[in-house]
């Protein structure tokens, strides 16, 4: 099982919709959520990040966690053409080893369409 | 303006050949990191630094040096050990220890083979 899940998309939202991205993690310890945003080509920037169970608002975006269930959202309100990127979940986990390390997914790719 | 600043932008790499990408930051932060992104993979921990002096190993530190004699500076040497280097190298920062802070990134260096 991979430590940090995200469905690889492409993810297609018409423009002005809501677009959700989902991230799943393994480590029932993790205490740190990030999500962060990747133009081709450029590097990644961060977005949001939470440390609660519940909703965290900032601007269009709205990051959700459930550490119950193990799985951190992301959402963005009113979708723009300018959000059309790859979106990163990272999440601290503890290895077996007891190494705690930043763990990426793989990313979403967003596109919003016109 | 603060920041981390990466440099070069581009670097390619002879046969048998070691390279230094520089990473500097004037944000003050603790704490900086060395990641590696392949396309179709998340990033990957190289090495990183959590004080002066002072630096871990992350998952793919093989072929791989570095040192941290300022705060400022964290730079990377890419040896003739590591077979694949071709990959986008990413610094980042964050303040204080541990993986709890969000981490922020540079722009980047894209090393190639010749």
């Known amino acids: 099982q991979k430590e940090v899940e995200q469905n690889s998309g492409p993810l297609s939202v018409p423009e002005g919709a809501i677009a959700s991205l989902n991230c799943t993690y393994s480590?029932?310890?993790?205490?740190?959520f990030f999500w962060y945003r990747q133009y081709s080509g450029k590097s990644p920037e961060l977005i949001m990040f939470?440390?609660?169970?519940g909703d965290k608002e900032d601007g269009r975006f709205t990051a959700q966690l459930n550490k119950a269930s193990q799985y951190v959202s992301l959402l963005i309100r009113d979708s723009q053409p300018s959000d059309s990127a790859t979106y990163l979940c990272?999440?601290?986990?503890?290895?077996?080893?007891?190494?705690?390390?930043?763990?990426f997914g793989t990313g979403t790719r967003l596109t919003i369409i016109p | 303006d603060g920041g981390i600043t990466q440099s070069p932008k581009y670097l390619f790499r002879k046969e048998g050949q070691n390279v230094t990408l520089s990473c500097e930051q004037n944000?003050?932060?603790?704490?900086m990191y060395w990641y590696r992104q392949d396309p179709g993979q998340g990033l990957r921990l190289i090495y990183y630094?959590?004080?002066?002096?002072?630096?871990q190993k992350g998952d793919i530190a093989e072929g791989y040096s570095v040192s941290r004699e300022k705060k400022e500076s964290f730079p990377l040497t890419v040896t003739s050990a590591q077979k694949n280097p071709t990959a986008f190298y990413l610094c980042?920062?964050?303040?204080?220890?541990?993986?709890?802070?969000?981490?922020?990134f540079g722009d980047g260096t894209r090393l190639s083979i010749l």
């Open positions: 980042a920062s964050s303040s204080g220890t541990g993986f709890y802070q969000p981490q922020h």
């Open positions: 480590d029932r310890g993790s205490q740190s």
């Open positions: 939470i440390y609660s169970n």
């Open positions: 990272a999440v601290n986990i503890v290895s077996n080893f007891g190494n705690e390390k930043l763990t």
């Open positions: 944000l003050n932060h603790d704490a």
């Open positions: 630094s959590q004080i002066v002096n002072d630096f």
